[in-house]
Structure formats: structure tokens, C-alpha cells
Nanobody, 124 residues
């Protein structure tokens, strides 16, 4: 059974930092792209970042470029998302995803598996 378990969400002040983690199991981790999507209240899900666990190739959504960093620890089957200089508009439920790289970049419809999400709230 594929499982993606997110952790690290919470409440942070504007300009602060958080580190999210995704623990993956139930599939061959090295064969997948792991990504992060987010959904704010009343808005559609949007792609945040994707990383190929095979070669480390990474993609970032325009809204987070320069502030967020995605990384993979293949030995632990985990992917982390370091979020710096957080803004109020980063407030959302953050979901860990698994699939292929093209699908991760393409949008929510291209993702094969979803975690249950972790909530990030940035106070203004």
C-alpha cells in the first residue's frame, strides 16, 4: 500500500521558516518524483515543488522560487521542503505527492498518489 505521510506543519509568523517532511512507503522510492502541492481556502490546488528522486532534478512553482527548497533523502525514503521567508499567502494545506516528473509539473491531474496533508498557517 502506497503511503505518503506529511509532517512539520504549524503556525509561523510572516517572514518565518518551516520545514515539511514527507515519509514515503509502499513503492520503489527511487523510481518516482515526489512533489508538494498546496491548497488555500477557496482556491485550487497548485504545484509548489517537485523532485526526481532518481537524479535530483527539481521544479518550483513561480510563487515559491527563491524561498522554498525541496530535497530528497533516498536512504530514508523522505523528501523535505524547506520554506523560508514565509508570507501570509503561503497559508494552505500542503500535500505530498508521488508520480512522474512530467505529471508533477503538469498539475494535480498528473499526480498518482496523494498524502493527507499538513496545515501551514502564516500569521500576518
Amino acid at each position: 500500500e502506497v503511503q505518503l505521510v506529511e509532517s512539520g506543519g504549524g503556525l509561523v509568523q510572516n517572514g518565518g521558516s518551516l520545514r515539511l517532511s514527507c515519509a514515503a512507503s509502499g513503492f520503489n522510492f527511487d523510481d518516482y518524483t515526489i512533489g508538494w502541492y498546496r491548497q488555500a481556502p477557496g482556491k485550487e490546488r497548485e504545484g509548489v515543488a517537485c523532485i526526481s528522486t532518481y537524479d535530483g532534478n527539481a521544479y518550483y512553482g513561480d510563487a515559491v522560487k527563491g524561498r522554498f527548497t525541496i530535497s530528497s533523502d533516498n536512504a530514508k525514503n523522505t523528501v523535505s521542503l524547506q520554506m523560508n521567508n514565509l508570507k501570509f499567502e503561503d497559508t494552505a494545506i500542503y500535500y505530498c505527492t508521488a508520480g512522474d516528473f512530467v505529471g508533477c509539473v503538469a498539475g494535480p491531474g498528473g499526480v498518482d498518489y496523494w498524502g493527507k496533508g499538513t496545515e501551514v498557517t502564516v500569521s500576518s
